[in-house]
Nanobody
Framework: VHLVESGGGLVQTGGSLTLSCVVS????????LGWFRQAPGKQRERVAI???????NYADAVKGRFTISRDNAKNTVYLRMDSLKPEDTAVYYC??????????WGQGTQVTVSS
């Protein structure tokens, strides 16, 4: 599948951003859509995922501040980020996963939180 993220940018500590990811290219929808992030010098880490059955899971570091959601009609998954902290600075990637079929990534969008 093809994924295109948008919505990143520069924001001050305590601010908010909403990331969007449009998913296209496969008639069989993903079982899991997720947001991951990678900060400089660190490994990519999972931020939030949403399953086909609307099961949701968040990383401990973002619980209570980030919200993942999706609009099936628009083939889009969102990540609402509130109360942003400098440690949230990273490139954020969208992921679509379907077992034994695909595990695809977007190009990433930069989020920078200034202190």
């Amino acid at each position: 599948v093809h994924l295109v993220e948008s919505g990143g940018g520069l924001v001050q500590t305590g601010g908010s951003l909403t990331l969007s990811c449009v998913v296209s290219g496969n008639i069989l929808g993903p079982d899991v859509l997720g947001w991951f992030r990678q900060a400089p010098g660190k490994q990519r880490e999972r931020v939030a995922i949403i399953t086909r059955g609307d099961g949701i899971n968040y990383a401990d570091a973002v619980k209570g501040r980030f919200t993942i959601s999706r609009d099936n009609a628009k083939n889009t998954v969102y990540l609402r980020m509130d109360s942003l902290k400098p440690e949230d600075t990273a490139v954020y990637y969208c992921n679509a996963y379907r077992p034994m079929d695909y595990d695809d990534w977007g190009q990433g969008t930069q989020v920078t939180v200034s202190s």
